[in-house]
């Protein structure tokens, strides 16, 4: 942006629409009455805006205004600056009737398996809306919500120590996986003690899962015999399937992601109870988009996904 104060001295808005009252409507008494007001208001506003520029604007000829060449300048940028107004009273309501506009989210990587269904309908009701997703693990969302620049955060365990305002809208359940051949696979009444020798699969450091499974273990004071650490839960799932080894994920990671060639072992210190929480910043105010999204997710956004998560058979233990 070119550095200028001009702006600082030009008094109001209204002043250069005076000048373009004047400049189009070709004299002051027109001006006036086009705007209401009297001839003397427009004459005193128009000196100040000549003094303002520190040049004469137009001169009165006879009984006719003839604009000087910076007169036609100013009625140049005021026609700008006036139409560069208009465009945005324009983009605002129609942000305001949800006819244009963005909404911005950043969730961690678990939450992906069931935000899109969430964004289903609301894209289907406001097609003009454009979406921003992002999707990091834990740490790399809180990152993002120190910035602030999105209108909701997705976590599981959302920061305790940034002032935020959150929603809970659903259960999180971390669940035991299995090979379906697993000779654990058809056990009941089991306990995380007779998975401690088990090589078990993790999530990478700054991953919200990693984090309640740690909690969770140290609690019960148990350690697993830690083999491998993923950074995806899809990754995660594949080497399950290939034999490699057990891990604990959220049961989201079945419910929408799919669970062929796995079972959900049956351990009675499971499943690790968390919940999803849609998350802002106190701080920043909330879009007309934001806050309808907010309102949808309150209402059917969390009953669809009560209601695919208990038809998906993955119980709590
Ligand atoms: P993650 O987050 O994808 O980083 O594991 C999930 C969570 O916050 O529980």
């Given at each position: 942006?070119?550095?200028?104060?001009?702006?600082?001295?030009?008094?109001?808005?209204?002043?250069?629409?005076?000048?373009l009252a004047v400049h189009d409507r070709g004299g002051v008494s027109a001006?006036?009455?086009?705007?209401?007001?009297t001839q003397p208001?427009?004459?005193?506003?128009?000196k100040k805006l000549s003094e303002a520029v520190g040049t004469p604007l137009y001169n009165i000829i006879g009984r006719q205004v003839v604009f000087t060449e910076a007169g036609f300048e100013v009625v140049k940028t005021a026609t700008d600056v006036l139409d560069s107004f208009a465009r945005l009273d324009m983009s605002l309501s129609s942000m305001r009737e949800l006819k244009s506009g963005t909404l911005r989210l950043s969730v961690v990587t678990t939450s992906?398996?069931?935000i899109p269904h969430l964004l289903g309908p609301f894209c289907e009701r406001y097609p003009a809306v454009d979406v921003q997703l992002n999707v990091g693990n834990r740490q790399q969302i809180v990152e993002r919500l120190k910035q602030g620049v999105d209108d909701f955060y997705?976590?599981?365990h959302p920061p305790l120590d940034i002032e935020t305002d959150s929603i809970e809208f659903l259960s999180n359940p971390l669940i035991a996986i299995a090979h379906d051949k697993h000779p654990l696979a058809k056990k009941r009444n089991l306990r995380l003690k007779d998975i401690?020798?088990?090589?078990?699969?993790?999530?990478?450091?700054g991953s919200g899962t990693r984090y309640a499974i740690e909690e969770h273990l140290r609690k019960l004071k148990i350690k697993l015999n830690t083999r491998m650490t993923i950074e995806s839960n899809e990754a995660i799932k594949h080497a399950v399937m290939a034999k490699l080894g057990i891990s604990i994920v959220s049961a989201h990671t079945l419910l929408f992601g799919?669970?062929?060639?796995?079972?959900?072992?049956?351990?009675?210190?499971?499943?690790i109870n968390t919940n999803w929480y849609f998350v802002w910043l106190k701080s920043k105010r909330p879009t007309v988009i934001a806050t309808e999204f907010l309102?949808?997710?309150?209402?059917?956004?969390?009953?669809?996904?009560?209601?695919?998560?208990?038809?998906?058979?993955?119980?709590?233990q």
């Open positions: 942006m070119m550095q200028s104060r001009l702006h600082a001295h030009i008094g109001t808005l209204r002043q250069l629409e005076i000048l001006a006036s009455e086009h705007l209401h007001l208001t427009v004459s005193i506003q128009l992906k398996y069931f997705v976590f599981s401690a020798d088990e090589p078990f699969l993790i999530r990478e450091q799919g669970k062929s060639g796995l079972v959900q072992l049956k351990i009675k210190d499971l499943p309102k949808q997710v309150e209402g059917e956004g969390r009953d669809l996904l009560r209601k695919e998560l208990k038809l998906s058979g993955i119980k709590n």
